[in-house]
């Protein structure tokens, strides 16, 4: 029987207002958690203007904003597309549930980060699969952005929707939602995608003739060109390919990755992500044939990165972006040919900036003493060794042929390099494994503790990462069931319990998500129906397992008919058709089972890389149509770098030189800065938006006459930058900053310490600014020293941390005109120089005011004694009163009390509200202008060495009867004093 159509969304098209950014500044911001996802300003993030390009591209991860920023595909596709004078691609990630609500409240559409345009309304929208648990958030995506959820449903007003990523070797479960999937290595085939678009836009073709040129691109699979039927009883009968031009589609390949393009101006986000480092990939492809590993098989042949091109790419990122740490990326890092020669560069050449090289997780024998030392140099961040299985017998199995006495001896070199932890994955749940192979594991765990270092030392403590075996697509087991939820339990606890009472940190995947993974990685196009469901049920980041329900999801097969137990648990026949068998990846089936048989005799493949060809597919037979000798590089035959360098390959990523000659014109002329004498003489540090009358290097000094006093009048050209771009409170007026000598005097002089000079910076914090959290503050000031070439001294110790002291923190989304930042260098720059580069380097909204050096006082230490608030409050509240005098007599009545019991961290996730008396803290409250349905009061809260209340709280319960949108706050810090 033919598959059956998905029923049409029955949520009402969200209606589009006319400024979405006002309206997300409004009315989004101020009330989610964590708002600087949604900002979009970051640096590097590009902007253009959406009026003089072509065609715009929403590139889209349905995932949070943390976990999207952390994926390299999207980067490198970003960067490449708006490399192109005709392209403007933007980025937009999954809201969290409580943006999500707040839009579909408001009635606000889905929009990019960047230029807050809607999904629905960009030409085409494009998301990156990686994991199948985020489908229903693609659902919610295209449905907040205004984008029909069905791709027939759609038309030549809708934006086109396209796919790629790992789960693409699979596309049927999305099959009814995306218009056409890219499989393979996007870079490839992007620029065709764009070209065909356009050609048709200029032509006036429909959208399917636009769909079946698409078609006609090698990479590119176009689901409604194939037809798909089932037998009765599910199984997939016929993959009818007439309408399309080809039975197959064939994985796009990139053969040649030194050429490849790669970001060297990553995005640097303002809030913590998951990876925050600069990330190289070395290696692209594996060929060590694990046989429970998808990744292995569907991206060969190996491809390597010379270490020349891979050095300069990590030169011209970190100057880009002032990260800390470079990762080295492959599916199998430790068989990159020249590992240790690659590390030894990359230490030596940035020790000094204390840059950290880490290694993703390695195969044991891959470690050898030396790189262990390297690697360890500058920061010892961890390492990874993933065994896999706890017995040889299963290591077999699985074709990772590592001994223990390998790992074990590894385990050895670490300890006695220093290290402390460790970190082993393990997967339970295997094809064969046995109580025998669980306690494997436990011995294996047991014996690295038990291992002595070379001084007699051992690991403290091991966390040890359990995830549960799941079948997958265009491998040797994609036809072997998933073992059951409660023997996955089972041997959870097994392990467990067997392991509690020993340093060991267990981190278990949740065998339940594994559950519901496998049934969408072996999933036909029926599945289509249930996510649809499962979306209307409320399923949203399947992945977290804060949110997710398997009884919503049975809720949801319920409904439509299927059982999930029929993907996940059934044995699939061999002579049976596959719902991925028009997708080519370049692996074939003949290969897969007899690897399958091998497997279950547990007799272990050779590597290709170093052996006799394993005849996996037709690869061999593509590379000599591509001009090269070889599928993959070998060591017994020319090399890929020498293949490369004998027929004049490129060394460089392509505009790799210009990008090193432009950073390096952006960096500090340090010279300069170390110059023993005074401030240059025609240089110009203002911002952009900062009055010409201001005079470049102010320190942080005022005369005398305005040490100490609580508000003075500020200057006609500090009011002027106060009401300037950077948003707020028109009228807001900063005082001037407290002399070095008001604030808390030193008790001695500066500690012996790396230190030699210490500047304090007075700042400003406006407009978006204003919704960065203290330490995502402190994060953005490190990285702005770091691209400039700052001299930054460093602590010592295991981890090495910037000398940087930020004052007390200030409430997020509270804009403030002084702020205080001290730097410890560890040789001596003019002040004034520094400020003048860093209003250059810091995002707008951030603003240096003045600049000393401070060096023999004290550092930021103390908190304030009061800080003083300017306050505008809007809203129906205000609305209700019948003139100034009422809100006067409120405000002396509030004054009066003698109790003010106040909520802090209500509605914060994870902590627990608590009341605290905040009348004590309260010194004073005045109305400045009171007018219809708006009021400006000033507010000053003294502070206490366990800190304050935030002054929305203060003036919400000015106001006690307003609800939530009966009541606009609006913050700015204008001052505070120390004595």
Known sequence: ??????????????????????????????FVSKPTRYLGTEINSIRKDLAG????????????????????????????????????????FAPDLDCEALLRRKGIPLGTLESAWPLGEVDIVAFTLQYEL??????????????????????AAHPLVIAGGTCTVNPEPLADFVDLFVIGDGEEVVHEIIDAYQAAQRQGACRE????????????????LFEVTHHADGRVARIDAAQAPSPTVERRLVWDLDASPWPTRPIVPFMQIVHERVAVEVARGCTRGCRFCQAG????????????????????????????????????????????????????????????????????GSLNPRLIHEVGRVRKSGFTIAPEAGTERLRAVINKTISEADLLRNVHEIVSAGWESLKLYFMIGLPTETTDDLDGIVRLCLNAL??????????????????????????????????????????????????????????????????????????????????????????????????????????????????????????????????WDHIDSHTIKKFHLREQRRALESQPLD???????????????????????????????????????????????????????????????????????????????????????????????????????????????????????????????????????????????????????????????????????????????????????????????????????????????????EEYCDIGLKRWMAPGLLQAALNRELPAGLGIDGAEDVTLLSGLTLQPRCVSYEVAARGAALDRLRGEEELQAMVRAFLERSSLPLVKGEGRRGKQAKVVEARPLLEALEVRQQRQGEARLHLRLRQTLEGSVKPHLVVRALFPSAGADDLEIEVVKVGQTWS
């Open 607 to 817: 590597d290709c890389r170093y052996q006799r060809c394993t005849a996996c597919g037709p690869l061999l037979g593509m590379a000599k149509q591509a001009g090269l000798p070889y599928c993959t590089t070998t060591r017994r035959n020319t090399s890929w770098f020498a293949y490369r360098n004998e027929h004049g390959g490129a060394d460089l990523v392509p505009g790799l030189a210009a990008e090193l000659e432009h950073r390096q014109g952006m960096r500090l002329d340090l010279p300069l800065l170390l110059h023993q004498g005074a401030q240059p003489q025609s240089a110009d540090g203002r911002r952009e938006n900062e009055p010409s009358g201001s005079s470049f290097g102010a320190p942080v000094s005022p005369p005398a006459a305005a040490v100490g006093n609580g508000r003075p009048a500020a200057p006609a050209a500090d009011a002027a930058s106060a009401a300037g771009a950077g948003g707020g409170i028109a009228g807001a007026t900063a005082p001037r900053a407290p002399h070095a000598a008001a604030m808390p005097a030193a008790r001695t002089p500066a500690a012996q310490s790396p230190v030699r000079q210490r500047v304090r910076l007075r700042y400003s914090k406006r407009g978006l600014m204003k919704y960065l959290s203290h330490l995502e503050l402190q994060t953005v000031f490190h990285r702005a020293l770091r691209r400039l070439g700052v001299p930054l001294a460093y602590s010592q110790g295991y981890n090495a941390l910037p000398k940087l002291s930020f004052g007390p923190a200030l409430p997020v989304g509270v804009e403030s005109l």
């Open 134 to 155: 985020c489908y229903t958030n693609l659902l919610a995506m295209l449905d907040l952005g205004g984008v029909p959820l069905l791709s027939r449903r759609r038309t």
């Open 209 to 224: 003739t636009l769909l079946r040129s698409c078609a006609e691109l090698r990479g590119v699979y176009v689901p409604r």
């Open 1 to 30: 029987m033919a598959t059956s159509m998905l029923p049409q969304p029955t949520q009402a098209p969200l209606r589009r207002p006319r400024s979405l950014r006002d309206r997300l500044e409004r009315d989004v911001l101020p």
């Open 297 to 364: 098989y569907i991206a060969r042949p190996t491809r390597e990165r010379t270490p020349r091109t891979i050095a300069a790419i990590v030169r011209a990122s970190l100057a880009a972006t002032g990260f800390e740490n470079v990762s080295l990326l492959s599916l199998s890092t430790g068989d990159y040919s020249e590992l240790d020669a690659l590390v030894s560069r990359l230490v030596a050449r940035h020790e000094d900036e204390a840059v950290a090289i880490s290694l993703p997780s390695l195969r044991p």
């Open 450 to 579: 038990a291992v002595r270092g070379k001084r007699g030392e051992r690991l403290k403590n091991i966390n040890l990462g359990v995830s549960s075996f799941v079948p997958k697509p265009h491998t040797p087991f994609q036809w072997l069931p998933q073992e059951r939820l409660e023997s996955l339990r089972a041997k959870q606890d097994y392990l467990y319990q067997r392991l509690k009472k020993k340093p060991v940190h267990f981190r278990f995947h949740a065998p339940e998500s594994s559950y519901l993974e496998a049934v969408f990685s072996r999933g036909d196009r029926r599945l289509g129906q249930v996510l649809h469901a499962a979306y209307q049920l409320g399923c949203r980041f399947e992945g977290w397992d804060e949110h997710f329900s398997l009884p919503l999801w049975r809720q949801a097969f319920a409904q439509v008919g299927l059982q999930p137990d029929f993907y996940a648990y059934r044995v699939i026949k061999e002579e049976e058709a596959l719902p």
């Open 53 to 92: 390009v072509s065609t715009t591209v929403a590139f889209c991860f349905p995932d949070k904003y943390e976990v999207g920023m952390s994926h390299l595909g999207l980067q490198l596709l970003y960067t490449i597309l708006n490399d192109r004078p005709d392209v403007a691609a933007e980025r937009a």
